[in-house]
């Protein structure tokens, strides 16, 4: 046996610390419902893309731009999530490669500027994303002329809502304006995704969710309504992601007339707007009682609203009208009755626990055909 003392060896290593390479959170229930939707195939997936177009204009540096984008992906926690094979967990890598590749159609005529813009936006609608491999984000500028490009931002919607991008836009704004004039970024704090993914899943254990099953599981006591709209051709057999945008403008007349009708009620343009379609529905219909889905972001509950991620949730708003009312009727019922934000207060229930919820005590369940999503922008 030797007689040597023993030679420690120095390591470095804190367990107490980080992994240098990211870190693994469970998947919320609508991260689980999305993944699972996006499994159904590429189409599926496909559905979930959204994309962002911003036209600049003036002297760009690409440089500055891709800095930007990598700092923002750098800032945001979600934007650098990949999602395991399972459906189980989601990754949050330390860093993600970002790039920022350049098209150039400056020796294109405009006509055909415009043509490669739309093939590009096309291109970028139906090119599924691998969600095991992050970033959930692609990029690129496309160059009409020396000072004029056209940013380009696809994003899976599992780890961007409507909410979120306006987040990430504003970041990226700061950002670049900052490294042009050689300034490191001051961006207003954000709101932990880690503890964000926590409450979520904390969601069973807290009391009030229990007393928001409760309120839902009582406004559809007596039954949930099955919404029939007439038609112009007959379903598919099979399910298709088809799809078109149509855009109607209000012109500036029609528009204060409605904020002057809505006011007279103590109502927003958006609730003026949801009674107005609530009566559109009724009458394409010909049903008094329906549901109307109405997004609503859950980072407008937290302390500090400025998270980027998936937080939106669906209230299934009941809507019971009187066909021989006037339109002032089901306006004052969203004046004076349940309030749109004072039902996000029973956001503890997301909308596909709801149906859980509801199918065990009504055997009845919502499918998300008989509910219509209006955005009123």
Not at 157 to 173: E, F, M
Not at 213 to 229: H, K, N, S, T
Request: glycine share 6%.
């Amino acid at each position: 046996m030797s007689n040597e003392a023993p030679v420690t060896i120095a390591v470095d290593f804190d367990p107490f610390a980080e992994e240098v390479d990211g870190y693994t959170l469970p998947l919320t229930e609508p991260l689980r419902e999305m993944w699972a939707a996006a499994q159904m195939g590429e189409q599926a997936s496909c559905s979930y893309n959204q994309t962002f177009v911003l036209t600049l204009r003036g002297r760009l540096s690409v440089e500055s731009m891709e800095s930007a984008l990598r700092q923002v992906i750098e800032h945001h926690d979600s934007l650098r999530v990949s999602i395991d094979n399972e459906g189980e967990q989601q990754r949050i890598a330390a860093t993600v490669p970002v790039t920022l590749p350049v098209v150039d159609l400056t020796g294109l005529s405009e006509n055909a500027q415009r043509e490669e813009v739309r093939k590009i936006l096309q291109a970028e609608a139906v090119e599924p994303f691998d969600l095991a491999a992050a970033p959930l984000l692609r990029a690129r500028l496309v160059r009409e002329s020396v000072d004029v490009h056209r940013l380009i931002l696809t994003v899976h919607h599992i780890v961007c809502d409507g909410w979120s991008s306006s987040v990430l836009l504003g970041d990226l704004a700061r950002i670049y304006a900052a490294d042009r004039h050689g300034l490191p970024a001051q961006l207003p704090p954000t709101f932990p995704y880690r503890e964000y993914v926590a409450r979520e899943a904390a969601r069973d254990s807290n009391p009030q969710a229990r007393e928001d099953e409760e309120y839902w599981v009582g406004q559809f006591a007596d039954g949930i309504p099955v919404l029939d709209l007439p038609l112009d051709r007959r379903r598919p057999a099979l399910k298709t992601y088809s799809g078109a945008l149509q855009t109607l403008k209000i012109d500036e007349s029609l528009y204060r007339a409605v904020k002057t009708t809505g006011a007279r009620h103590g109502c927003t343009p958006f609730v003026t707007l949801l009674a107005a379609f609530q009566g559109l529905i009724m009458r394409l219909s010909g049903q008094d009682d329906f549901i109307l889905g109405i997004p609503m972001a859950g980072q407008g509950q937290l302390e500090n609203p400025r998270l980027v991620g998936h937080c939106v949730n669906l209230i299934p708003l009941r809507c019971r009208l009187q066909p021989s009312a006037s339109f002032e009727l089901p306006l004052g019922h969203l004046s004076h009755g349940p309030r749109i934000g004072w039902l996000a207060e029973y956001l503890f229930v997301p909308l596909h626990s709801g149906v859980q919820v509801l199918h065990r005590h009504t055997c009845q369940c919502i499918h998300y055909g008989h509910v219509i999503l209006p955005t009123l922008v």
